[in-house]
């Protein structure tokens, strides 16, 4: 079936620095790759998305890569700062199923300042 | 304006009780969907919806769990005779586009229910 595998599980950082965090999908059809990122006892919230149809995207301090072919992507979170520690999640999915979303594991992320 | 919203935000059942958790999506939008989420795991599919139709049910983890959304906005997720490993937290997310279009979900805060 569908699925989704995300690394790492923890990822510390010191502030300042960067972060990056991987996942892969088994779809070869899906189309669409959003990142959320989740605080404790929150609900989660989109950070930046990526359609199949290009390989990168940026929003400021947040870049997505996209490879089709080996069906990975990651997120790269530059210049962290405390307030981005969270837990990232990565989804995968097609848009002919109306959009339901395969979520990875989960990446828990400490920025220490 | 007002997101997405979920009620009760917390519910602690006993074993063997129903329990009824609702989810009132962002106004006008067409698509809404169910999550469970566990413990320290990432949300897992449940059922989605278009207006009033279920379209796809194939995340229910079992027929005690039924949803329905009968004028297209508001739902409710049912989850009938209630064991422990339903102990988890239920997210709702609506999205302004049908089937084949690819946008933004978003989400609620969630239902973290309790079986004891």
């Known amino acids: 079936g569908e699925n989704v595998e995300q690394h790492p599980s923890t990822l510390s950082v010191q502030e300042g620095d960067s972060a990056v965090i991987k996942c892969t999908y088994s779809d070869s059809a899906s189309n669409y790759f959003p990142w959320y990122k989740q605080e404790l006892g929150k609900r989660p919230q989109l950070i930046i998305d990526?359609?199949?149809?290009?390989g990168e995207k940026k929003d400021q301090r947040i870049a997505v890569t996209l490879n089709k072919t080996a069906k990975h992507f990651s997120l790269h979170i530059t210049e962290t700062q405390p307030e981005d520690s969270a837990v990232y999640f990565c989804a995968a999915s097609r848009g002919n199923q109306g959009g339901k979303l395969i979520f990875g594991q989960g990446t828990e992320l400490s920025v220490k300042p | 304006g007002a997101g997405v919203s979920q009620s009760p935000r917390y519910k602690v059942a006993k074993r063997g009780q129903d329990v009824a958790l609702r989810c009132d999506p962002i106004?006008?939008?067409?698509?809404l969907f169910w999550y469970q989420q566990a413990l320290g795991q990432g949300p897992e599919f449940l059922t989605y919806?278009?207006?009033?139709?279920?379209?796809?049910k194939s995340g229910l983890p079992s027929d005690r769990f039924f949803a329905e959304r009968p004028e297209g906005s508001v739902s409710t997720l049912k989850i009938q005779r209630t064991q422990q490993e339903d102990s988890a937290v239920y997210l709702c997310a609506s999205s302004s586009r049908t089937s084949g279009a690819l946008n933004e979900q978003f989400f609620g805060p969630g239902t973290r229910l309790t079986v004891l």
């Open positions: 106004s006008g939008h067409v698509s």
């Open positions: 990526i359609r199949s149809n290009v």
């Open positions: 919806f278009q207006n009033e139709a279920q379209l796809d």
